[in-house]
Nanobody, 119 residues
């Protein structure tokens, strides 16, 4: 599975961004997808994940109430809608593909997209 994330950029605190991740796999609709992020000097951390049908989602505490993960299986795409962005949300965001909705255990990773949030 090849993954390509996009949608990052420089925004002001309080703004919104929607990240997208397109997967190459024809059976995209059968796999779980996740979003992770890594800020400079920090370890990569889980953000959100979604099951193959979109009916199952999980979020990190930092993402609850502000971020929404969704997917469009017809477009082989998973999204991360981020609202009310904070400076601490600045990071490289990665999408990942796996077999289950979880905070770990993903098999495939994309190259990431940079999100910068100015205060």
């Amino acid at each position: 599975v090849q993954l390509q994330a996009s949608g990052g950029g420089l925004v002001q605190a309080g703004s919104s961004l929607r990240l997208s991740c397109v997967a190459s796999r024809r059976t995209f609709s059968t796999i779980a997808m996740g979003w992770f992020r890594q800020a400079p000097g920090k370890e990569r951390e889980f953000v959100a994940a979604i099951g193959w049908s979109g009916g199952s989602t999980i979020y990190a505490d930092s993402a609850k109430d502000r971020f929404t993960i969704s997917r469009d299986n017809a477009k082989n795409t998973v999204y991360l809608q981020m609202n009310n962005l904070k400076p601490e949300d600045a990071a490289v965001y990665y999408c990942a593909a796996g077999t289950r909705v979880a905070m770990t255990g993903y098999d495939y990773w994309g190259p990431g997209t940079l999100v910068t949030v100015s205060s």
